[in-house]
């Protein structure tokens, strides 16, 4: 397991900025096995893996002096910051997005010892979610869901009423449904007082309302994928020693599913406008955001075991995002991820 050291000197100005969640308490958990696992982290320090090979275009690679590859050959620093958030639909709506702003704006902790330290005034660099799921494996989820939020949260609160727009072709078929039924008319009962009992009246039970995104992500796709390559990180895991943890395309339709397609949204949501018009091959920045489903506590992994897997996802994805420090007048495009 890494160490995990306190940042007590302060924040490297060059450091990657990390965001863990973990979710408050709910139902049967007085405090949630995400935020237990989480909450270890909150001001410290990782560092990175030095690069292997320079990935550096080649138009550039004339301009890489001695002094500039001892730079981008240093371990990078990455500073941990961590937040609980409370199992409410209405709480990930208000913290979420402001999770990436640019400077991000979080909110105040009930406890000052987990006090955030002031944000990077562009933004993380990395956004890590985790909440708790069922007995078993840790599960990295892929895919965030837009609608089909059916369950209450902690507070007996369901999640907003989504109207979807109709489907043309299906409302066309009912329709026809319709006008066949009135000119067949009514069907003719075959038992009535002197035959045996009458057909009992159907009455038409309407579907529950749609619940999820609605006003404000309607630009957003009814699914949103993380950038981050998952497959690659769960062979890392498995050849680092975890071999409980395995991918997964269905976050829950719950909470945990709620803030990774907001946390998802709002990343693409905060495109710089310039970026949006690059070329094709050159696709817009984003945050990476990941979510992560972790068991309740020794069922079958301890909390000190899944604090040590959040801790290696975080090194291996900042370790693809290495941005170290620059001399001036040398500017150089860090590796793509």
Not at 85 to 105: D, E, F, K, M, N
Not at 146 to 160: F, L, S, T, V
Request: proline fraction near 15%.
């Amino acid at each position: 397991m890494p160490p995990v050291v306190p940042a007590t000197d302060g924040i490297d100005p060059n450091a990657l900025r990390v965001l863990i969640t973990g979710f408050g308490p709910f139902d049967k958990y007085k405090e949630n096995p995400s935020w237990l696992a989480v909450k270890p982290l909150h001001n410290t320090i990782l560092y990175t893996d030095p690069p292997t090979d320079l990935l550096v275009p080649s138009d550039q690679a004339a301009m890489i002096t001695d002094e500039m590859e001892e730079f981008l050959r240093r371990p990078q620093q990455i500073h941990i910051s961590t937040l609980e958030v409370p199992v409410s639909y209405q709480a990930v709506l208000s913290i979420t997005p402001g999770l990436h702003g640019r400077p991000p704006v979080l909110p105040r902790p009930n406890d000052p010892a987990l006090a955030v330290p002031p944000p990077p005034a562009n933004g993380y660099d990395f956004i890590f979610h985790v909440g708790v799921a069922g007995r078993g494996p840790l599960r990295i989820e892929r895919l965030g869901h837009k609608n089909g939020y059916r369950m209450k949260d902690k507070d007996g609160e369901y999640a907003p009423i989504v109207h979807l727009p109709k489907d043309p072709i299906g409302d066309t078929a009912e329709a026809e449904l319709q006008r066949m039924e009135r000119m067949l008319g009514p069907p003719h009962a075959l038992h009535g007082p002197n035959h045996g009992p009458e057909v009992p009246e159907v009455v038409d039970i309407p579907p529950p309302p749609n619940r999820g995104f609605g006003k404000g992500y309607e630009q957003f796709a009814d699914e949103l994928s993380t950038d981050v390559d998952v497959p690659k990180l769960i062979v890392h895991l498995k050849e680092s020693g975890i071999d409980q943890v395995y991918s997964s395309m269905d976050a829950g339709h719950y909470l945990c599913d709620f803030i990774f397609y907001c946390s998802l949204a709002e990343s693409r949501r905060g495109i710089l406008p310039q970026e949006k018009f690059k070329e094709r091959s050159t696709p817009p920045k984003t945050t990476p955001v990941l979510f992560l489903h972790v068991p309740p506590v020794d069922q079958p992994l301890s909390t000190e075991q899944v604090t040590d897997a959040i801790q290696r996802i975080v090194l291996w994805v900042c370790g693809r995002l290495h941005h170290p420090p620059r001399p001036e007048g040398h500017p150089v495009t860090p590796p793509a991820c």
